[in-house]
């Protein structure tokens, strides 16, 4: 199965059980360092890990850590410009739950690949080519370079999944930021991230161009050419999984957030798309937003959720002004993207905000900013969204006493304003640590 990668030999598979996992004592879990300050947040985050797991169960589970490579690191063992190896990918699918540090994306970037053998194509001009160079079909797409963006559509993760609360004693731009508490279910294959682009000036723009244009449809000449697919499939399993999480968690609303009123036929759809799937395959769960005005006066039944819907541009001002009223979050891909850091910056930015990927059995858990190049191997950075992406992870595997003592942790370390440089210098009396220093500040304070 792996052609330049080792499994732990002290590890086993976590395994498929009905729609859930079975996690045994010692897992083997792969993880990816990351670009840039990948490695640094990386260590302190590991240590954090197995410190939690020790005192949670004292020895009795073990994380089996299993070294995979992507972006940068990964061009050193592969080469020839692999910056995704196969035998990462394989590592992923094999043992189901992975964590990664950040990744490069660079902006602009873009590929051809054959859809039938998989090769990476190169066209002329930039333009797509019209043959696999190798199997000669026909079927050729285009592939962002973007490595998070191709994890997510190759091992089909197709929710992002991104909870936001404050950890009080962070700094914070609004004035009662404990009142925001959601997570954020993004969909995480479609909408304008799928990749079907065409660049102005090329053959194919001119194409999709003229034939909109016989459509009946106004684009100017030249123009660059996005197409924003969202199905009924893509919408319905995201929201789903966003009810399944709100029954598993007690919580009382998941909303959907769409610009259906511009977007009719896009967004508007996954609106409808998603109180059908409710309506489907929970009635006896739910209620939708209609029905409790229309039938109960406003007056919400005792242990039913609450399906409802905003507009995007509305809820960016409800996150900031009325943000208790909503525990869940729908959304198709590029609203998702912006609410996750737009409610990131109310808690304290990305560098506290966890994240993951997750599909029908697979859980890819990561960091959710970027790699900060310039702060490389200083051991200077904030490692939380990495830590607090291990916590989600534990949740996952069902190990919630482990994941419950580093959010202990990384309370404590704060309370005690023994943090990082970005929380240091907007805390009066607080006290800077390094990126090791803060893990250790964690794991002193379980």
């Known amino acids: 199965m792996f052609q330049k990668i080792t499994p732990p030999e002290r590890g086993r598979a976590i395994i498929k059980d009905g729609d859930g996992i079975k996690v045994p004592e010692n ?36 994380i089996a850590w299993f070294r995979v490579y992507a972006g940068l690191d990964a061009l050193q063992i592969y080469g020839n410009d692999d910056i995704l190896p196969d035998d990462t990918l394989n590592a992923i699918r094999k043992y189901l739950v992975a964590i990664k540090g950040p990744l490069t994306t660079p902006v602009g970037g873009f590929e051809y690949v054959c859809l039938n053998c998989a090769k990476e194509q190169n066209g002329e001009d930039g333009s797509r080519p019209k043959i696999c160079a190798e199997c000669g079909s026909p079927d050729i797409t285009m592939r962002f370079r973007s490595l998070n963006v191709q994890l997510r559509q ?98 009382p609303s998941v909303t959907l957030v769409h610009k259906g009123n511009i977007m009719k036929f896009t967004e508007g759809a996954f609106r409808d798309w998603g109180y059908e799937l409710a309506k489907d395959e929970f009635r006896n769960e739910i209620i939708t937003e209609q029905e409790l005005w229309a039938d109960f006066d406003g007056k919400m039944p005792e242990g039913k959720i609450l399906i409802k819907d905003r507009i995007a541009d509305s809820i960016f001002q409800q996150v900031l002004l009325r943000p208790d009223e909503y525990d869940i979050l729908a959304t198709p891909n590029l609203n998702g993207d912006y609410l996750s850091d737009a409610t990131a910056a109310q808690t304290g930015g990305l560098g506290l905000a966890p994240g993951a990927n997750i599909g029908d059995h697979i859980g890819l858990f990561e960091a959710t900013h970027g790699t900060a190049p310039k702060y490389t191997n200083l051991d200077k950075v904030n490692p939380s969204s990495v830590i607090l992406s291990g916590s989600m992870m534990l949740d996952y595997m069902g190990w919630t006493e482990a994941s419950e003592l580093i959010r202990n942790g990384i309370k404590g370390a704060v309370e005690q304003k023994t943090v990082t440089y970005d929380l240091e210098r907007q805390m009066d009396g607080a006290t800077k640590m390094s990126t090791s220093g803060f893990g250790n500040a964690i794991i002193e304070n379980m």
């Open 27 to 62: 897992p083997i879990i792969p993880f990816i360092q990351g670009d840039g300050i990948g490695p640094d947040i990386w260590r302190a985050s590991q240590r954090v890990f197995d410190a939690a797991v020790e005192k949670a169960y004292g020895g009795k589970r073990k």
């Open 154 to 251: 190759i091992l089909d993760l197709y929710a992002c999944v991104r909870p936001v609360s404050w950890i009080p004693g962070v700094p914070s731009p609004v004035k009662e930021p404990e009142k925001l508490d959601v997570t954020i279910f993004r969909e995480n294959t479609e909408d304008v991230y799928s990749g079907v682009e065409f660049s102005s000036g090329t053959e194919e723009a001119k194409k999709v161009r003229d034939f909109l244009v016989e459509m009946g449809k106004n684009i100017r000449e030249n123009s660059g050419i996005g197409i924003k697919p969202i199905s009924p499939f893509g919408t319905k399993r995201l929201v789903k999984k966003a009810i399944q999480h709100a029954i598993a968690q007690g919580l």
